[in-house]
């Protein structure tokens, strides 16, 4: 079993030219699963540990293919709204479903992959790389939550002389952070608000954790980059933005802060995977908080970068 963590997983997608997640030109590995539960996550298909589906209403014919073919019993119908429903706790993600349907309104979020078909992809963008000192990033989700398999990707990729970095909420014991931050060029990682009772509220864990392991993480002298989500009337208040100035004024080696602001670009995957999107009604940061935020944090002499 220890073999298997250490030579697959299982990869939600494979995002190619990101430009906002380490420097220069990126090959972006999102793994699935991850122990914390942001209200405001845009990535809610990382939750869950294990495959899924996604069901796109709008493609949708109420023919009841998926239903009969199902062998799990997990699709029923739903005549008031001419829609089929699936009963995610039953569902095992095997895909009859999706090869049923005619019209493509089901498809699976989430494959097994081994550690040599993962950089098999990565390798593909070397001359990116070369071109533009960008690298791979493993993102998720929460990478340390897979950590033996995301080491792996980490030492092939070093021996590929390919840059590496790794984004993460810090939610993890510091020796599984220490193993994987040995091999990682770049670091980013997350405050997401400095009160534990209320970051218990917002994510479901406390920040005790994260906020010692980002200070043994200063110590350790990895490049690293501290990113703010920053939610309107959530965290962006001048109580919690001064708390986390406090914090990183006791930082020896930071450098450079990335606030970023709110956005509901994953909306439609909570559809897609039938839950409740909490934060549905939330605007915007405007730019004045956005701006009050980052002089707050610009006084500490610190670089500060607006989307990341």
Not at 208 to 223: A, G, M, P, T, Y
Request: proline share 4%.
């Amino acid at each position: 079993m220890r073999e298997l963590k250490k030579t697959s997983g299982i990869i939600c997608e494979i995002e190619r030219y990101a430009l906002n997640d380490g420097p220069g030109i990126r090959t972006l590995v999102f793994f699935k699963g991850c122990p914390l539960r942001c209200k405001w996550c845009s990535n809610p298909e990382t939750h869950n540990f294990h495959p899924e589906l996604y069901y796109y209403t709008h493609k949708c014919t109420f023919c009841g293919k998926c239903i009969a073919v199902c062998p799990y019993h997990a699709i029923r119908a739903d005549y008031s709204r001419q829609k089929v429903i699936t009963d995610r706790s039953i569902c095992r993600a095997c895909g009859e479903c999706i090869k049923a349907c005619p019209t493509g309104a089901r498809s699976a979020v989430g494959m097994e992959m081994t550690v040599e078909q993962v950089m098999e992809e990565v390798k593909k963008d070397i001359p990116f790389y070369l071109r533009g000192g960008g690298g791979v990033t493993l993102s998720g989700g929460e990478v340390l939550s897979r950590f033996e398999f995301a080491l792996e990707i980490l030492k092939k990729s070093r021996e590929e002389f390919i840059d590496t970095a790794v984004e993460t909420s810090g939610y993890a014991p510091w020796d599984i952070v220490k193993e994987v931050i040995s091999y990682t060029d770049h670091v980013l990682i997350d405050i997401k608000h400095m009160d534990p009772l209320r970051h218990r509220e917002l994510t479901g864990v406390e920040n005790k954790l994260i906020l010692d392991n980002i200070k043994k993480i200063d110590r350790s002298k990895v490049h690293y980059i501290i990113r703010i989500p920053l939610i309107t009337g959530i965290n962006d208040d001048e109580s919690n933005i001064k708390a986390i100035k406090e914090f990183i004024n006791g930082l020896k080696n930071l450098r450079e802060v990335h606030l970023l602001p709110y956005h509901t670009l994953g909306k439609s995957k909570y559809e897609y995977l039938e839950r409740i999107y909490e934060l549905g009604l939330l605007v915007k940061p405007h730019k004045e908080k956005i701006y009050e935020a980052a002089q707050i944090l610009k006084d500490s002499g610190l670089n500060v970068v607006v989307g990341g």
